[in-house]
């Protein structure tokens, strides 16, 4: 393969084919710093559409889809800068916007932490990692409903609830633990969908701050407004007629469709506060509850059974007691000693 690339250099001068601009000639093409990046992790129906839906709505942020970079054009996105800026363009998140010098930050959504983690130390500062934690009793039922929905289309029969059980706990406590392991509290980010649900900017603001980006209130941010196939303007309009769950989502009427995001998330579905706490009415999760306190802490488990988010109109709340869960898993796993978690069993 290398053999090949003089080849096709020559070739392109000999056609006359221009490189297309790549994501390392930003600073020429834009005359502005390559964007940072912001490497969104999390479980997967953890929530991370509608957070990285909120970033991108900030004019200095441009959030991307699942999958770009590709697995195979990491090291190209991250490293080399070889990757096309049309590309870059062609993957983000609606409502698009051009690519220019205002976009600051790049955030990438859940990759594997692995591969990220492993660029970091060349990176350096330039990559920055943000967890992004729903309450864990929700994310579990929303894992339920995954499972039965795949069983539905896909299987003869329901698929065992142990089974189900078995491996949501064991990716919950990885997916934590491994992102204790290089947790850099000066650097690395944490956020909570409750607290972005119920409080919107005011729960955007203290990260913002510390990204060294203006505050919401200081800022015009994007909105959805026209469809992305014919341009037409969209308009609010209830989806599921007749149906118990009617709710309104943007509809183009040219195509006659809805416009959902990625994960099917609505981009104008309105928060009811009291919905975030149905999980407690659950027998599924309730018995849950005392399994999971000794790992994430009674602190955290009684914020969300609490609802402390309500009042969190900043996240501090959130942050204090993810610090705490942070330096309270790395220390552990490095001692190797976790409670009743064995450190085999979560690393």
């Not at 609802?307 to 959130?318: A, C």
């Amino acid at each position: 393969m290398k053999a090949l690339r003089p080849m096709v250099q020559i070739s392109k001068r000999i056609l006359g084919v221009k490189d297309r601009p790549k994501l390392r000639d930003w600073p020429t093409t834009f005359d502005s710093e390559q964007p940072q990046f912001i490497a969104l992790v999390g479980l997967s129906r953890g929530g991370s559409h509608f957070v990285i839906d909120q970033f991108h709505k900030h004019p200095n942020f441009l959030g991307l889809n699942e999958g770009v970079p590709t697995y195979r054009k990491i090291k190209r996105f991250f490293i080399d800068g070889d990757f096309n800026l049309s590309d870059l363009e062609e993957g983000q998140l609606l409502p698009q916007k051009d690519l220019s010098a205002q976009i600051k930050y790049l955030i990438t959504n859940k990759l594997d932490l692995e591969q990220t983690v492993y660029y970091q130390p060349v990176l350096g500062s330039r990559l920055t990692h943000m967890y992004c934690l729903r309450n864990p009793f929700g994310t579990y039922l929303s894992w339920c409903k995954g499972w039965e929905d795949f069983a539905k289309r896909n299987c003869d029969s329901a698929i065992d609830q142990t089974w189900i059980d078995q491996w949501y706990e064991s990716s919950l406590i990885s997916s934590l633990v491994r992102y204790a392991m290089f947790w850099d509290e000066k650097k690395d980010l944490a956020v909570n969908l409750e607290v972005l649900a119920v409080h919107k900017n005011e729960g955007l603001d203290p990260i913002l701050k510390k990204l060294e980006v203006p505050l919401c209130r200081q800022v015009e941010f994007v909105e959805l407004t026209n469809c992305p196939t014919c341009g037409e303007k969209l308009a609010p309009r209830e989806s599921n007629p007749g149906k118990a769950n009617q709710v309104k989502a943007l509809y183009c009427p040219k195509c006659d469709s809805f416009i959902l995001g990625p994960g099917g998330y609505n981009y104008i579905r309105k928060t009811d506060p009291s919905q975030l706490a149905s999980w407690k009415t659950n027998p599924k999760t309730m018995r849950l509850i005392e399994s999971y306190t000794e790992f994430l802490g009674r602190g955290m488990v009684d914020y969300f059974y609490d609802e402390e988010y309500l009042e969190d109109r900043d996240g501090g709340m959130f942050s204090d007691k993810f610090r705490e869960l942070m330096d309270r898993l790395s220390s552990r796993a490095r001692g190797g000693s976790t409670g009743k978690y064995k450190l085999d069993n979560i690393i």
